[in-house]
Nanobody, 121 residues
Framework: HVQLVESGGGSVQAGGSLRLSCAAADTYTYYCLGWFRQTPGKEREGVATIDDDGSTTYADSVKGRFTISKDKMKNILYLEMNNLKPEDPAMYYC?????????????????WGQGTQVTVS
């Protein structure tokens, strides 16, 4: 069982930045890691993924503004969010897929954090 704990959410003005962190009590080796977001009444949306080799994917809506990265030594996943827009507010979740191959679909991820709220005013 992989336990994930997100932090770093909060409220910022449009154009501002936040960095989300996701700490895992396990190694990130051979896993696909992802960030997803969800607003009430909508499906969970893939934001970014990073695979075992460090290859990344991004939703078109966040390309050029968000950066996913990981620190293998510390077992921490990050999401750097810059130039936040009014359409970015959501509950953000980190997730782990027990495979080195990434698919940007929520249903393919086995473990989830509890979420951290991002608000843009």
């Amino acid at each position: 069982h992989v336990q994930l704990v997100e932090s770093g959410g909060g409220s910022v003005q449009a154009g501002g930045s936040l960095r989300l962190s996701c700490a895992a009590a396990d190694t990130y080796t051979y896993y696909c890691l992802g960030w997803f977001r969800q607003t009430p009444g909508k499906e969970r949306e893939g934001v970014a993924t990073i695979d075992d080799d460090g290859s990344t994917t991004y939703a078109d809506s966040v390309k050029g503004r968000f950066t996913i990265s990981k620190d293998k030594m510390k077992n921490i996943l990050y999401l750097e969010m810059n130039n936040l827009k009014p359409e970015d507010p959501a509950m953000y979740y980190c997730a782990v897929r027990l495979s080195s191959v990434c698919y940007n679909r929520a249903e393919t991820f086995e473990y989830w954090g509890q979420g951290t709220q991002v608000t843009v005013s």
